[in-house]
T-cell receptor, first 111, second 114 residues
């Protein structure tokens, strides 16, 4: 079993919809939770990270961590065609540990 | 302009011929890292460095070497490349030593080993 599981999609939603992207993990020791966005033929970009549990909001993006369920989510409000990309979740055990990624979810926003 | 620069962007080489992929950042970042990306496997961390002369193994370090002799540079060395190292490689840097703040990625190096 992989440490971090992510549904590869593709996920297709109409413009303006709320998008929910999710990852599950197996090790409760993870403390840092990150979301990256990657456009086709480009390098990833870090969207946001959360330390431990709780929510974090940045504009149209909200990251949630539920440590009791070992489940993290990224919500995108008022989705735009420019949000079409692959979204990768990632996690770290501690400040000094390696980063472990999910396999990514391909998202398409239909105009 | 803040950036992470990788070279070369594309490389085709033969099995066993040593190669180096360079990575340089101009942001005075503490943290630097190398990743490989393969279809269906997502992004996997190869090595990372939290500061000069400090490096550590990521998820898939076998067959790779790194060094961090100065803050701005973090080269990836393949001593004896094999076809299973054919992949898309990314270098990244980050402001904080944890690697999760203000992370920047390079444009990628597509390596083919025949």
């Amino acid at each position: 079993q992989k440490e971090v599981e992510q549904d590869p999609g593709p996920l297709s939603v109409p413009e303006g919809a709320i998008v929910s992207l999710n990852c599950t993990y197996s090790n409760s020791a993870f403390q840092y939770f990150m979301w990256y966005r990657q456009y086709s033929r480009k390098g990833p970009e870090l969207l946001m990270y959360t330390y431990s549990s709780g929510n974090k909001e940045d504009g149209r993006f909200t990251a949630q961590v539920d440590k009791s369920s070992k489940y993290i989510s990224l919500f995108i409000r008022d989705s735009q065609p420019s949000d079409s990309a692959t979204y990768l979740c990632a996690m770290k055990y501690s400040s000094a540990s390696k980063i472990i990624f999910g396999s990514g979810t391909r998202l398409s926003i239909r105009p | 302009e803040a950036q992470v620069t990788q070279n070369p962007r594309y490389l085709i080489t033969v099995t066993g011929k040593k190669l180096t992929v360079t990575c340089s950042q101009n942001m005075n970042h503490e943290y630097m890292s190398w990743y490989r990306q393969d279809p269906g496997l997502g992004l996997r961390q190869i090595y990372y460095s939290m500061n000069v002369e400090v490096t550590d193994k990521g998820d898939v370090p076998e067959g790779y070497k790194v060094s961090r002799k100065e803050k701005r540079n973090f080269p990836l060395i393949l001593e004896s490349p094999s076809p299973n190292q054919t992949s898309l490689y990314f270098c990244a840097s980050s402001l904080g030593a944890t690697g999760v703040t203000e992370a920047f990625f390079g444009q990628g190096t597509r390596l083919t080993v025949v």
